[in-house]
């Protein structure tokens, strides 16, 4: 089975949730238009990723103008139970397309917030979300942790869908996590720009021997409304200059890296290619040892299968 494929990479309408969801209904008519059937998003698309924020936070002390900072951030949040989910369900619908999107998640029950992904299918709404187990350093102030129940794949008509966020892939138990489900797009939405990341998500192709969709925004401190200049003033000019990829299960780079520009990467996947690629090596099967090791994640959901 083959399938068109295409990776984001842009910059929000920062802290403005509304207008972000409009761009991303722009975005997604244009690439649907070119017959993506599977589109991603970069880590907190919505309403933007606060890089060079310090929420006024250190330790032993916060500010006011952090919380209300904070305040503000909350309020262009996603919460999963308004119209701002109907509206990306109605998007994917409407162009026929399955959707994974980066977002800043508020919810009903508490006043945390959670960095989470969306999967989004254009027959069933909403799949499920994966909810960052571990924010990384500062963002630990601003985004709460995520338990195994988070830990989501999804076996749609396209393929069989997983991931994680950012620095999570960092982890080798989390990403075994989504091996173990015998995931064949691997989702990575990230803040991380660095050019060492490109080695991680050809490390993460070869060993789970899937594809690999890493995303990342386009972002320069310029970008920032006028009022946010003065947090990030000691910032150089191009903070997040992307670095989105497409890796086969050989670990071959499909498109991208992709720097220093807004863009999209688009790919067909041929998902024969996987079976192909476990001749070598395969995690979960004749490579895995189940003899000497074991991996038990509390609480992960059994995979979703999409109806």
């Not at 238009?33 to 589109?39: F, I, Y």
Request: charged share 25%.
């Amino acid at each position: 089975m083959k399938v068109k494929v295409g990776v984001v990479q842009e910059s929000p309408v920062f802290f403005d949730k509304d207008q972000t969801i409009k761009k991303v209904e722009q975005l997604t008519k244009k690439y649907a238009k070119e017959g993506c059937e599977l589109l991603v998003f970069p880590e907190s698309f919505i309403p933007g990723y606060p890089r060079g924020f310090s929420f006024g936070a250190k330790v032993g002390s916060r500010t006011r103008e952090g919380r209300a900072l904070f305040s503000e951030y909350r309020k262009n949040s996603i919460n999963l139970n308004s119209d701002d989910l109907r509206r990306l369900e109605k998007l994917s619908k409407s162009q026929h397309i399955y959707l994974v999107i980066g977002v800043t998640e508020k919810q009903d029950t508490n006043g945390s917030l959670y960095c989470s992904m969306l999967y989004i299918s254009p027959t069933e709404g909403l799949l499920g979300t994966h909810r960052k187990i571990k924010p990384t350093g500062t963002e630990r102030v601003i985004w709460g942790e995520a338990d195994g129940e988070s830990l989501v794949t999804f076996k749609t008509k396209i393929g069989k869908l997983g991931g994680l966020i950012c620095w999570e892939n960092y982890m080798p138990l989390a990403r075994m996590s989504m091996y173990q489900k015998g995931v064949e797009i691997y989702i990575a939405p990230t803040a991380d720009s660095r050019e060492q990341w490109t080695s991680t998500m050809k490390h993460i192709a070869l060993e789970g021997r899937c594809f690999v969709l890493g995303c990342n925004q386009y972002y320069t401190k310029s970008m920032y409304p006028q009022k946010y200049q003065p947090l990030v003033e000691n910032e150089f000019e191009d903070m997040c200059p992307g670095g989105s990829i497409i890796v086969s299960p050989s670990g071959k780079v499909i498109a991208g890296p992709l720097f220093g520009e807004s863009g999209a990467l688009i790919a067909e996947l041929d998902l024969d290619e996987i079976n192909h690629s476990k001749l070598d090596f395969d995690v979960i099967g004749h490579y895995a040892r189940h003899d000497i090791f074991k991996l038990d994640v509390k609480n992960q959901p059994e995979t979703k299968e999409e109806q």
